[in-house]
């Protein structure tokens, strides 16, 4: 059984994107270190709080997940509205657009299948929200990294400011939440993102400097 659960991917082939100049020097298979087996105990616990969290949601819950799922930073947005909070989309989307390529190169280098495509050989069960944002693998979840980068940006800016940077950790892990609530990421996926959007921010934030910080 071990021998057969490791040898699951998500897809039978794997793809490599473009990296932009700017991050050339990025060696992006060394980023982040390998997901759990899937034949580890450390899975099999992740499985079971996948399992557990999709597991009778309420209406409200199953609202907040399609929120998410159809837009990452919703939650995000409408904190720096109501917090009027400095935020250029157009910063954090040419910040995106870079490490884009990068989260996929890792994505399927690592090609870690979905909770639901391991679910049924641990005889868990896992009430999946399909949609059409879960047909790459799961390792790290581009949810959580899109989430992730633009908390990253506003910690910048904000960096002593308590009150500020916990509203923004409540709302990358309600996002990182509702990925798992929706079936489609362990835990383990959400943690990568997080070191990795935080990794590649830094790294960029200086080369940037100049450019879009005067």
């Known amino acids: 059984m071990h021998k057969q659960l490791n040898d699951i991917v998500f897809v ?27 034949d580890s105990d450390i899975t099999k616990r992740e499985i079971l709080q ?5 597991d009778k949601l309420s209406y409200a819950d199953r609202l907040l997940v399609y929120q998410i799922d159809d837009d990452a930073n919703s939650l ?5 509205i109501e917090q009027n909070i400095s935020f250029s989309i157009d910063y954090f989307r040419s910040i995106y657009r870079i ?3 990068i989260l996929l ?7 870690r299948p979905r909770p639901y495509d391991l679910a049924p050989y641990y005889n868990i069960p896992i009430n999946i929200i399909s949609t059409e944002t879960h ?30 940077n ?21 835990n383990s996926d959400n943690e990568g993102s997080i070191k990795l959007a935080n990794i590649l921010y830094n790294f960029l934030y200086s080369k940037l400097e100049k450019q879009y910080h005067g």
């Open 12 to 38: 039978n082939y794997q793809l490599e994107y473009p990296i932009p100049d700017i991050a050339k020097d990025i060696d992006w298979k060394k980023i982040l270190p390998p997901p759990p087996a899937n």
């Open 50 to 54: 996948v399992s557990s969290l999709t």
């Open 76 to 80: 995000l947005y409408k904190y720096i």
């Open 99 to 101: 490490i884009r390529p």
């Open 105 to 111: 190169n890792i994505k399927y280098f690592y090609n």
């Open 135 to 164: 047909h790459t693998p799961a390792y790290p979840s581009g949810h959580t990294v899109y989430t992730s980068l633009a908390c990253e940006i506003i910690r910048k800016q904000y960096p002593n400011n308590a009150e500020i």
């Open 166 to 186: 916990n509203s923004l950790d409540n709302i990358v892990n309600t996002t990182a939440r509702c990925r798992m609530m929706q079936g489609v990421h362990y």
